[in-house]
C-alpha cells in the first residue's frame, strides 16, 4: 500500500523541532509558526484562544497538505504585543483551561462513583 505509516502522524522525527518560528519580513508584528505532527483540533483551538486575546490583530492556521503532518500558525498583533508573546499566553491560557476541565471530570467521576458505592 502507499499509505505513510500511521505512527508518521504523531511522532516527530528525531532532529525535527515541535515549533519552529519565522518572523514576517513584510508586515510588523506578524509571524508563523509551524507546529509539526498536528491537525485541525490543535489548529482551530488555538486560533479561537489567540482571538480572545484583545492585542491580536489576525490569526489563523493551515494544513499545507493532508499527506503533510503539520500546521502553520499564522499571528499578527498590535505594536503593545508580539506573536511569540501571543503564541505563549495562549498556549498557557489552553493548559490552563485543560487542566480544569480535566479536574471537573475527575470530580464527577468520583462523585459518581461514590453514589454508586452507596447504592443511589
Same mark, same amino acid.
Given at each position: 500500500?502507499?499509505?505513510?505509516? @500511521?505512527? &508518521? @502522524?504523531?511522532?516527530?522525527?528525531?532532529?525535527?523541532?515541535?515549533?519552529?518560528?519565522? @518572523? *514576517?519580513?513584510?508586515?510588523?508584528?506578524?509571524?508563523?509558526?509551524?507546529? #509539526?505532527?498536528?491537525?485541525? +483540533?490543535?489548529?482551530?483551538?488555538?486560533?479561537?484562544?489567540?482571538?480572545? *486575546?484583545?492585542?491580536?490583530?489576525?490569526?489563523?492556521?493551515?494544513?499545507?497538505?493532508?499527506?503533510? $503532518?503539520?500546521?502553520?500558525?499564522?499571528?499578527? +498583533?498590535?505594536s503593545q504585543?508580539?506573536?511569540?508573546?501571543?503564541?505563549?499566553?495562549?498556549?498557557?491560557?489552553?493548559? =490552563? %483551561?485543560?487542566?480544569?476541565?480535566?479536574?471537573a471530570f475527575? *470530580? #464527577?467521576?468520583? @462523585? $459518581? %462513583? &461514590?453514589?454508586? =458505592?452507596?447504592?443511589?
Amino acid at each position: 500500500m502507499n499509505a505513510p505509516d @500511521r505512527y &508518521e @502522524r504523531f511522532v516527530v522525527p528525531e532532529g525535527t523541532k515541535k515549533v519552529s518560528y519565522e @518572523r *514576517d519580513t513584510k508586515i510588523v508584528n506578524a509571524a508563523s509558526f509551524t507546529i #509539526e505532527r498536528e491537525d485541525h +483540533t490543535i489548529g482551530n483551538i488555538l486560533r479561537m484562544q489567540l482571538h480572545r *486575546d484583545p492585542n491580536v490583530l489576525f490569526a489563523g492556521y493551515k494544513l499545507p497538505h493532508p499527506l503533510q $503532518y503539520k500546521i502553520i500558525v499564522r499571528i499578527h +498583533t498590535t505594536s503593545q504585543s508580539s506573536p511569540t508573546q501571543a503564541y505563549t499566553q495562549a498556549i498557557n491560557d489552553l493548559d =490552563k %483551561e485543560l487542566e480544569y476541565l480535566k479536574q471537573a471530570f475527575e *470530580d #464527577e467521576k468520583n @462523585r $459518581y %462513583e &461514590e453514589r454508586v =458505592k452507596q447504592g443511589y
